[in-house]
């Protein structure tokens, strides 16, 4: 039994509390991510949302270069100086800043690359700035990260949504069409960077150290080749869309991208912000590791296994009730990315398991083998000239993927292939069964309200009380995580 006032309890009461602030930060941003959306979504057109997407692409380079990796490495150390904190705060903002005038002069290339539209050229040096906003608050937010003291980001990024969501509904339905989005996003950046400055308590206090830069690059160089690549290969599908079909067909992909990551790329956040400082602490230690590692592995399937899956099996309703039938094509490729964003999950999962034991070059390694697979898949599905068997591609490579790198987790870590499934299997056999209702369900002649009430209240009695059945404790601790506090250890 844990004392009260030990080391342990203290690491989980901050663990329970970084949980809790960010669970409340993703789903209060996403509430208001999705309200936003879904008045955008009936408001903008499918080419306007296509020309933000065309954007996206090239921002998502952007964003990875000015960090570089020096946040993730920032997390991954285990004693952070002002030296390294200066260090790469400067070095974030001479390279955003070169950036940005570097896209600045490049806007024409950028039209000509999708479809010559010339509209592209004002919205991306708006859109640009972004960028060099959001590097402004890398070491804010990872310092308090690193401190697992993140109230105020959860506050930053909620105020921010509702003055972004604000002018950017304001501003479409003003007939502002595809600028609404981009001032949406300077907007966000700005008021949640401004928030960080005023509240977070640091100034840089030297200018950038050698010593600290090549320590911290040479944590992070891994992060970076790997983000890069999976930056590339994720913006991929927008490129391919955008430059050889059309900005409508790749404002649909957008729609179903952006939604289907509200959870996948949610739930990965959450997790890796509130378990990489956890794991990194335990890294000397193989028994607590892995004796966190198990619990890691359940929680995280009894969280995303039914959120994704049910997202999926909801999608149709779901897509009725939000936009009626303007979005009706973008459904089965969000219930795809749904699918797939589980996997996404877990893949980044074991990531944190690698980067928590300082694997940062097996990190990259993941990263070749993932993309890879994808550019299998765009090479074997994109002749047949459907975006809906490209977004099946990206399925097949994360199946892929995911076989590969769990047994690369588990030679790094030591974690047995069988305590893996064991983890996962009770969550995956329960989830299936919810599926399952929630199918029978919808074959019923329902009002879209109707259907989609039905199916959620239908599928959550179905998993909770399976899970009630089998007295699965992640029921409680996901009560003690939301109160801010870590039930005793498990035996």
Request: proline share 2%; charged share 15%.
């Amino acid at each position: 039994m844990t004392e009260p006032g030990s080391p342990e309890k203290s690491l989980k009461q901050k663990t329970a509390g970084t949980l809790k602030w960010n669970t409340v930060d993703r789903i209060a941003s996403q509430v208001l991510y999705g309200v936003v959306g879904i008045v955008l979504a009936n408001v903008v057109s499918q080419e306007d949302f296509g020309l933000i997407g065309a954007l996206i692409v090239f921002q998502s380079f952007a964003i990875i270069f000015a960090d570089s990796g020096f946040g993730a490495a920032l997390l991954r150390q285990k004693h952070t100086t002002e030296q390294d904190y200066s260090t790469v705060f400067w070095f974030n903002l001479i390279v955003s800043v070169a950036i940005y005038f570097i896209l600045w002069f490049c806007a024409p290339l950028i039209a000509d690359i999708f479809q010559r539209d010339q509209r592209l050229i004002p919205l991306s040096k708006v859109m640009f700035l972004t960028f060099v906003l959001n590097a402004l608050a890398i070491v804010q937010t990872n310092r308090l990260m690193k401190m697992m003291d993140v109230k105020m980001i959860a506050i930053s990024n909620v105020i921010a949504q509702i003055a972004g969501g604000g002018l950017g509904i304001g501003l479409a339905l003003g007939g502002w069409g595809a600028w609404a989005l981009v001032w949406q996003s300077v907007c966000l950046a700005g008021v949640k960077t401004g928030i960080l400055w005023v509240t977070g308590g640091w100034r840089p206090k030297y200018w950038i150290q050698f010593d600290s830069f090549k320590r911290i690059w040479r944590i992070g160089l891994s992060v970076f080749s790997s983000s890069m690549l999976n930056t590339l290969f994720l913006t991929v599908y927008s490129f391919v869309i955008g430059a050889f079909y059309s900005l409508r067909s790749l404002g649909v992909y957008t729609q179903a991208d952006k939604w289907s990551k509200m959870g996948s790329a949610s739930l990965s956040q959450i997790f890796t912000s509130s378990f990489v400082p956890l794991l990194a602490k335990v890294q000397d230690n193989p028994v607590d590791f892995k004796r966190y590692m198990q619990r890691i592995n359940r929680f995280t399937a009894f969280i995303t296994f039914p959120l994704l899956a049910g997202l999926a099996i909801v999608g149709e309703p779901l897509f009725h009730t939000l936009f009626g039938n303007k979005w009706d094509s973008a459904i089965p490729l969000f219930q795809i990315l749904c699918v797939r964003g589980i996997l996404v999950v877990l893949i980044s999962l074991f990531g944190n398991y690698m980067l928590s034991l300082g694997y940062g070059k097996r990190l990259f390694s993941i990263e070749v083998i993932k993309d890879a697979a994808i550019a299998i898949a765009i090479l074997s599905t994109v002749w047949f000239d459907s975006v809906e068997l490209l977004v099946w591609g990206q399925l097949w490579a994360s199946m892929a993927t995911f076989v590969i790198v769990i047994r690369m987790v588990t030679k790094a870590t030591g974690y047995t292939l069988s305590s893996f499934i064991n983890d996962f299997l009770m969550f995956a056999g329960i989830t299936l069964l919810m599926c399952v209702g929630c199918w029978l369900i919808s074959k019923m002649e329902l009002s879209p309200v109707i259907s989609l009430l039905l199916q959620v209240t239908g599928g959550m009695i179905i998993f909770l009380g399976a899970m009630k059945l089998r007295k699965a404790p992640e029921l409680s601790e996901a009560l003690t995580f939301l109160l801010g506090r870590m039930g005793g250890r498990r035996t």
